[in-house]
């Protein structure tokens, strides 16, 4: 068990849905990181919060947001959902930044139909 | 942007024989992380190389850091069914914020 709870564990939606996906880190950490993997694919990084805070981007769609809330949990938004969509979503933290190992949740399956 | 790239991108071997994953870049990392996914799972944290030439083994596994910090591999001997997964190296750099991932090395044993 990594300590980190990601919720919930499978979502079936349709075309033009939007979602939220949660997470609440490991005891301590103040990092969040979201994730996305395509079957079979590797990790996608989409966005970092530290503290409340944005702190680093990756290849996030304007569809899909994030935010970190002052007791540190992290919610996913993803909106005007396509098939495309459909993958699994990870969740990470850390107590600080990158330069530290990561602990990841089990993840969320999201199936767009 | 900064990239990884780690290959090969699946390696099947017989239980038993070694197996061998590598990750370079083109700049000098400031770190090498390693992870293992297993089917159906979430990526494990397995090390972390700091120092050039670093050398470190847990048990059959064997992870090296280059001299000049642009590469890093990791070697496992004797693979065992336990070791079915895939292997992802990532990397930071200086006070970059963001992690950049190797593509993973799927580890497949041939029934």
């Known amino acids: 068990d990594s300590g980190v709870t990601q919720t919930p564990k499978h979502l079936i939606t349709a075309t033009g849905q939007r979602v939220t996906l949660r997470c609440s880190p490991r005891?301590?950490?103040?990092?969040v990181y979201w994730y996305q993997q395509s079957l079979d694919q590797g990790l996608q990084f989409l966005i970092q919060?530290?503290?409340?805070?944005?702190?680093a981007k990756g290849n996030i769609l304007e569809r899909f947001s994030a935010q970190q809330f002052p007791d540190l949990h992290s919610e996913l938004n993803l909106s005007s959902l396509e098939l495309g969509d459909s993958a699994l979503y990870f969740c990470a933290s850390s107590p600080s930044g990158p330069h530290e190992k990561l602990f990841f949740g089990s993840g969320t399956q999201l199936s767009v139909l | 942007g900064q990239q990884v790239m780690q290959i090969p991108q699946y390696q099947h071997v017989q239980e038993g024989e070694d197996f061998t994953t590598y990750c370079n870049s083109s700049t000098t990392l400031s770190n090498i992380q390693w992870y293992k996914q297993r089917p159906g799972g979430h990526p494990v944290f397995l090390i972390q190389?700091?120092?050039s030439g670093e050398v470190k083994k847990q048990k059959r596994l064997t992870f090296q850091f280059g001299e000049a910090k642009k590469n890093s591999s990791l070697h496992i001997t004797a693979t065992q069914t336990t070791d079915v997964g895939t292997y992802f190296c990532a990397s930071s750099w200086g006070s970059n914020y963001q992690l950049i991932w190797g593509a993973g090395t799927k580890l497949i044993i041939k029934p």
């Open positions: 005891s301590g950490d103040l990092s």
């Open positions: 190389l700091v120092k």
């Open positions: 919060y530290y503290n409340g805070e944005e702190r």
